[in-house]
């Protein structure tokens, strides 16, 4: 049985998931509304734009606040034991930003193909 924490991240995560295919939809149909009956606006065509769109929302949605985590350990206090172990605090917080993004990028990645 999940607990409750667990159940609202994943309907959370469910829910933006939801919102991302929804501004997908709606920002693909802007623009094929922009491009009817014109092939190519200012040397972009509507493949190109959509590709800009898949990258776009991909990159923006994959992105974590980093600031976010230490500004948490910095209020808890546990800061001092991270800074205090034999690994370097900056590389760690990097390493963790790339294993909680990359996850998040391929799922925004596979989402917008």
Do not use: C
């Not at 980093?66 to 350990?73: G, L, P």
């Amino acid at each position: 049985m999940y607990e409750f924490p667990e159940i609202v991240f994943s309907l959370r995560f469910i829910f933006v998931k939801y919102i991302f295919v929804f501004m997908f939809f709606v920002f693909t149909h802007l623009w094929k509304a922009v491009y009817s009956g014109k092939e190519m606006i200012e040397g972009f065509t509507l493949t190109t734009m959509i590709l800009y769109l898949v990258g776009t929302e991909t990159i923006v949605g994959s992105r974590m606040r980093i600031e976010k985590f230490i500004d948490e350990s910095v209020k808890d206090g546990s800061i001092i034991y991270k800074l205090n172990k034999p690994y370097n605090y900056v590389w760690f917080q990097f390493s963790n930003f790339i294993g909680q993004s990359l996850p998040k990028f391929l799922v925004f990645f596979i989402l917008n193909l």
